[in-house]
């Protein structure tokens, strides 16, 4: 979900697991309607959100209690509680932490935990708000794959909001909020082939994009139209070759 | 002229804990020169800046202003502060005043200015950020944007009337249109008024548009210096440092890993472009070569 400060994602993020009610329409989650006060535990349980800043979403003092913070509220038995605990931490690659103070962990294992926290009240969804914004590329990168393995192996559902356009592309399907309303929806690589409707929509390409555009401007065939720098990279050697320019 | 001669810092030194955190620094700064800080997370970038303006106060070494030694006994740190100035993270979390106009009046008012004087000059820094005072000023620095409230900060160090700006990650967390905004901001700035400018930051994208000297910092150490171009053609050791290189650089030199006897060294998508359809045989149009 991608969209100028001010549209709206983070205000959506929340209705999704009932932190916000929606003023009119409905949230439903999993046939759960999120205006029935008695569905938020059931709603928040099954759609868990991390937030923007590392620094203040953990709780405890250390790694594994913040954790099962979540399954200890759902009441669950402790061996329970422990085997869940420690089949997150693993999914998150934090098992080796699980004993450490959190506020000395990097703000990509930070996230991590908080990504653990989630998972380990088995949720069918994950919606991260911005939760690479503060990170350098290193924690970006551990966030991302993290989240990737959720998808694959675990079939978690992730609404991903971000300014990162170049996050943005890997996804299935790019959601963009303008002014509190949806103003395009689709595969990325619909919505990121017209340079012009994002830059009315005041959504900056990555330089890569700009990059493909351009050639494609200058007469270059490409396919795709190629949204990272392997794509392209693949779609100018495939063009070198058929202009008789590829190396013998 | 920013100068700096074998800074080491070390913190909580004499302890359990002690981290060496600049390990042996030489550096010279000239005035107008636009510097990219880079180097991984814990290199020890924003430490070594704040050993510029005398807020951080190196365990060895030196650190000289114009010819002035900072650390001498009879500078005063505030006058340095002042022409050096520094753009912290997030500094948006730093606004406490009541207004806007207040909040940029805060430096200028430290100084010893009379009250209007530093307002009249809060004004003038409110209008170099492209907030009109008349409008921005009155209001609660709390209900602006996150765009908005970066550039209020930014203008508290600008209403010090500094000679050389450092800005540490200045563009972390806002939307495309806020980075692309203050970017345009900094580098007019630079333009207009000559600033010293240093940059850190994680996004090479941004020290190839606005620097045009690179500077690596490893563990302590600098590893690389010099003209930005030359830097990012050393792409090996940068990722070898877990450092990315600007994207048109990586679509080149993943071009050059198929075989095709493409340049490396281009920072900008215009440039790129360009020596992309040079190797394909397509001239670009006439007007459209890179500048």
Redesign the interface.
Known sequence: MVG???SGKSTLARCLNALLRPTAGRVVVDGLDTRDPETVWAVRQRVGLVF?NPDNQLVATVVEEDVAFGPENLGLPPAEIRRRVDEALRVVEMLPYRRHAPHLL?GGQKQRVAIAGILAMRPQCIVLD?AT??L????RAEVLATVRRLREAAGIAVVHIT?H?EEAVRADRVVVLDGGRIARAGPPREVFADPEALRRL???P???L??GW??RA???ALDGPPLT??E??AA??A??ER?G???A | MIRIVDVHHTYLAGTPMATEALRGISLEIPDGQRLGLIGPTGSGKSTLVQTFNALIRPTRGRVEVDGVDIFAPEVQQRRIRQRVALLFQYPEYQLFEETVLEDVAFGPRNLGLPPDEARARAAEALRLVGLDPAVFGPRSPFALSGGEMRRVALAGVLAMEPQTLILDEPTAGLDPQGKAELLDLVEALHRRRGLTLVLITHNMDEVARLTERVVVLAAGQVVMDGPTREVFARADELVALDLDIPQPAQVLRGLRRRGLAVRVDALTVAEARDEILRVLGTPPAPGEEAR
Request: net charge negative; aromatic share 0%; proline share 13%.
């Open positions: 100028p400060n001010g923007q990097s911005e914004a503060m350098d590329p290193r924690g300014h356009m005041r959504l900056v990555p330089p890569v700009e990059l351009a050639l200058a007469g270059v720098v392997e392209l990279v100018l050697a063009a070198a202009a320019r590829a190396p």
